[in-house]
């Protein structure tokens, strides 16, 4: 069975979620998940127009979005390829890690100055969130205490339409992604980036630190089981306060050459 055998009619015309948007969303997951190699051909646009049940435009709008992320390349004349090279596809692992990582934190840490409010989210937030114009968030931020420490400040955004209520009961002794599957918002998979960055104002006084302190920045974008981006958390943590474990395991693939895989601890 093909991709686009696997594949097929899967657009839910019923989401917010842009049409375009969800065909952008699975041919990266082919990338990410290494069914589409590097240099390898992606199926023609004729094909994903038959396998998504769309018009070229709508193709040609996802195919721009993987261009623009340096995860395809166009050939004139000859199609569409993987690119060479490419830097951009992470390490994959388990989902469930992530939420056991975040579980392992809330069992760590207490929880304080809690809230939740509607805003209206940043150009940023709206577009990882894939929101329109006039879409509200629910905005959930915290501070997380280690030993009377502050030692993270997270911020999280929740497209107003889930219809979803949290109180700070729920904030407090479980991670946020668990409270989204509790009430019912089945998670598919999640893109979670670790960088470096420096204390603004407003993190320095959450955490009652210095502005400019150094600080690392854990981002998580959740899509649900259909590929619709449910959550985007912002988390600010003090580098002297954080650590991430990883054990690499090295494994025999399916062509007899050995791979390293990741678990994170």
């Known amino acids: 069975m093909s991709l686009t055998d696997e594949n097929a009619n899967f657009c839910d015309k019923r989401l917010k979620l842009p049409i375009y948007y969800q065909i952008y969303l699975t041919v990266r997951d082919w990338i990410y998940s290494g069914y589409l190699k590097v240099g390898q051909q992606v199926p023609t646009e004729v094909e994903l127009c038959n396998t998504f049940n769309v018009s070229r435009i709508t193709i040609r709008k996802a195919i721009d979005l993987l261009e623009r992320e340096q995860l395809v390349v166009r050939e004139q004349g000859r199609g569409t390829f993987v690119m060479e090279g490419t830097n951009k596809?992470?390490?994959t692992s388990e989902f469930g890690r992530l939420l056991r990582h975040l579980s392992h934190m809330v069992e760590r840490t207490e929880v304080i100055d809690i809230d939740i409010d509607i805003v209206e989210p940043s150009d940023e937030t709206r577009k990882d969130l894939a929101l329109g114009r006039s879409d509200r968030v629910i905005q959930v931020s915290y501070v997380r205490l280690s030993k009377g420490v502050r030692i993270g400040y997270v911020t999280a955004y929740f497209p107003s339409d889930l219809g979803i209520e949290f109180t700070p009961e729920e904030i407090s002794t479980k991670s946020l992604?668990?409270?989204?599957?509790?009430?019912?918002?089945?998670?598919?998979?999640?893109?979670?980036?670790?960088?470096?960055?420096?204390?603004?104002?407003?993190?320095?006084?959450?955490?009652?630190?210095?502005?400019?302190?150094?600080?690392?920045?854990?981002?998580?974008?959740?899509n649900s089981k259909n590929y619709r981006p449910v959550v985007r958390m912002d988390a600010y943590y003090r580098a002297?306060?954080?650590?991430?474990?990883?054990?690499?395991?090295?494994?025999?693939?399916?062509?007899?050459?050995?791979?390293?895989?990741?678990?994170?601890?």
């Open 89 to 91: 596809t992470p390490a």
């Open 177 to 222: 992604l668990t409270v989204l599957e509790e009430k019912g918002v089945e998670l598919g998979n999640a893109d979670q980036l670790i960088g470096a960055t420096l204390a603004d104002p407003r993190n320095a006084k959450k955490l009652e630190i210095d502005v400019g302190a150094p600080l690392v920045h854990m981002q998580v974008i959740a």
């Open 240 to 265: 002297d306060h954080y650590q991430h474990h990883t054990h690499l395991v090295k494994r025999p693939d399916g062509s007899g050459q050995s791979q390293w895989t990741q678990h994170t601890a």
